[in-house]
């Protein structure tokens, strides 16, 4: 492996890095180059900044940068984002790529997280064998509006590169730039991203989430003009430690005794953080909650919560508001920025200078600073500042504000807050991508679900879903589903189903099992065939053969005889053919000691046997998880509950 892999630094856990290069550059011209990623980046900002300024983030923003060739790595855009607990950020910034490489066709990009290359897991079942976390390195762009890969080169002369070297990101760029066609990922693995990106850009104001909450008057002003300052808010109170609440005990930056109703924005993530912590603040705080029968008792809840996230940010406040920052006017990239926003109706018709189109001027700066021209350093930016600013720059009335709360409008519902078991059980289905054929999913109608489940539980498909992963083929790294589990539904043929059991169960040429005659096909290999087209020493072999069956079925009787003394037999169940045959057997004249223990060595039922030990421990895991339900749910078998349970 190449060690530029190794020293890589490490990606923060819960951030995303992205990387933009020219897929074509001119390796003579280092300036052009660097000329045309800034301009690329100036067009970049002014095609995405309608969906990004109104974007409310977890942690940290989309940004990009321009970044000097080091190493072997070129010239590049790049960025990194800490996304938090909202994984939805991070695949915001896919989508957001993807839109650049197919605005710009020129742009190849590579995107990963400490998972490396977490695109590919959106997509494992349908990946070739041989691409694996080593194999991917500098080989999975994003080009063009579509997921490629390098192929793996095996001969001399074909496209790709070989899998047990990585190549330098120059080398499989100029592979990408020139074999785009055969670079491209199969249909089903593009159809698998395509389905996890499924519903953007809409998908963003549908993970917004509406709420009304009793807050302090300096705080709905801040929201009003700063909506993205919500999620630092949150994130203070919803990582607080007793430190944080010492500055809590007496609010002098928002007092109770100013709170007004307001309807605040939140992300779905942030809405459920806030929304699912139980606290009680300290009696010293002036904050009271009325009962909780009271219909406006969550929305009190919801303000005292933030009044809290609040108030811990300006508390850690280390310089002074004061201090003033360069103005974003003086930026080159401002213009374009701003020209963008005016053109896809950011501003809704507001006129200059009213107090509307102020506070979107407001954000527009503020994602420009943060994206543009802040380096992300945790030192240098402290939203408690931030917030203090826009306190010293606002005038509001507080009769003003009690007035506006009869216009609020209506909350959001928040039952998406509440998973059913069945609707978690669907969830998790989509996620194991089970039912996926040709890259396209069936979505199940409600009628049809009783159907799917009666379907699915078929005591063949569990025997022969249970002999299909045992007979797959698997390497040093561990344990294979058979693909035919997860891609196919699940056939069989009544005769071949019925002609496999009589050869368990059945006659005496079929009494033993198909792997004790693998030997044969390596004997009839050592064969010799004379000119006249006759076998040589072909009785030899024959007679070797028959010795060597002969052996093993006495050293198999004779085991069978020395269990029989045992309780071993008793675990297992015996078929019912053989059953009834002893009965009748023991009902006629009494049979010599030898036929006795003949009759009473009966070959089992292997099929019961194997689904009677997999309900027992279905069973006995009482609807949790354990070996059998993750097994049988592996391969795409459902087993509906046990209905006998209490």
Wanted: hydrophobic fraction near 35%; include cysteine.
């Amino acid at each position: 492996m190449n060690m530029d892999v190794l020293r890589r630094p490490a990606i923060p856990e819960d951030a995303v890095q992205y990387q933009l290069f020219l897929a074509h550059p001119d390796p003579s011209d280092a300036e052009a180059n660097e000329k045309s990623l800034k301009q690329i980046l100036q067009n970049i900002l002014a095609e995405i900044a309608p969906l990004l300024v109104p974007y409310i983030w977890q942690h940290q923003p989309f940004n990009i940068r321009y970044h000097p060739e080091k190493g072997d790595v070129p010239a590049h855009l790049g960025g990194v984002t800490e996304f938090g607990d909202n994984v939805e950020d991070e695949w915001f910034i896919v989508y957001l790529l993807i839109e650049i490489t197919r605005t710009f066709s020129d742009v190849a990009v590579v995107v990963y997280d400490n998972d490396g290359q977490f695109i590919l897991i959106e997509a494992a079942e349908h990946l070739p064998k041989w691409l694996d976390p080593d194999s991917s390195e500098n080989r999975v762009f994003l080009y063009q509006g579509e997921l490629h890969i390098l192929p793996n080169r095996i001969h001399s002369g074909e496209v790709g590169w070989p899998r047990d070297s990585v190549p330098a990101v120059g080398q499989a760029l100029e592979v990408l730039h020139s074999h785009t066609e055969s670079c491209l990922a199969k249909q089903p693995i593009r159809s698998a991203l395509a389905r996890r990106l499924d519903g953007y850009p809409d998908k963003i104001h549908q993970n917004f989430h509406r709420a009304h909450c009793y807050v302090p008057a300096g705080i709905a002003v801040v929201l009003s003009r700063r909506p993205d300052l919500i999620a630092p808010a949150v994130s203070a109170f919803y990582l607080r430690d007793p430190v944080d609440l010492q500055s809590c005990r007496t609010f002098r930056t928002f007092p109770p005794d100013t709170r007004v109703m307001t309807s605040v924005k939140f992300t779905r993530c942030l809405y459920a953080q806030l929304q699912q912590q139980s606290f009680v603040p300290d009696r010293r705080s002036g904050f009271t909650l009325p009962a909780r029968s009271h219909p406006q008792y969550r929305a009190h809840e919801l303000g005292m919560k933030l009044a809290h996230g609040f108030e811990i940010l300006c508390s850690k406040c280390g310089q002074s508001s004061s201090e003033q920052e360069t103005s974003v006017s003086s930026n080159p990239l401002w213009r374009g920025f701003l020209d963008s926003l005016k053109k896809n109706g950011y501003f809704k018709s507001e006129l200059e200078g009213s107090a509307r189109h102020k506070d979107l001027m407001a954000s527009a700066e503020s994602f420009f600073r943060q994206s543009v021209t802040n380096t992300h350093r945790p030192d240098v930016h402290n939203p408690g500042d931030e917030v203090l600013k826009v306190l010293e720059c606002a005038s509001f009335s507080l009769e003003d504000l009690k007035n506006q709360e009869a216009y609020l409008p209506p909350e959001d519902s928040d039952v998406w807050l509440d998973i059913s078991p069945q609707e978690l059980e669907r969830l998790l289905e989509e996620k194991g991508s089970r039912g996926v054929s040709d890259g396209t999913r069936k979505t199940a109608q409600p009628n049809e679900e009783v159907q799917e489940e009666e379907a699915g539980y078929s005591l063949i498909a569990v025997t022969q879903g249970m002999k299909n992963f045992i007979n797959a083929m698997s390497s040093h790294e561990g344990a294979e589903i058979p693909r035919s589990c997860l891609v196919e539904p699940f056939s069989f043929d009544p005769d071949a189903v019925t002609s496999a059991l009589d050869k368990l169960l059945g006659t005496k040429d079929d009494e033993l099992d198909s792997d004790d005659f693998d030997d044969d096909d390596d004997d009839e290999e050592d064969i010799d065939v004379d000119e006249n087209g006759e076998v040589q020493n072909g009785g030899f072999q024959e007679q070797a053969g028959s010795e060597e069956l002969e052996n093993l079925k006495k050293y198999m009787d004779e085991m069978d005889q020395e269990l029989q003394s045992t309780n071993i037999g008793q675990s297992f169940t015996q078929n019912n053919r053989a059953s009834n045959k002893a009965d009748a057997s023991k009902s006629s004249s009494a049979p010599s000691g030898s036929e006795l223990v003949e009759e009473e060595i009966q070959p089992l039922d292997v099929d019961l046997n194997l689904v009677t030990n997999l309900l027992e421990s279905l069973a006995s895991q009482v609807g949790l998880a354990g070996p059998a339900s993750n097994l049988l749910q592996s391969l795409g078998i459902h087993i509906p509950p046990d209905a006998d349970q209490p």
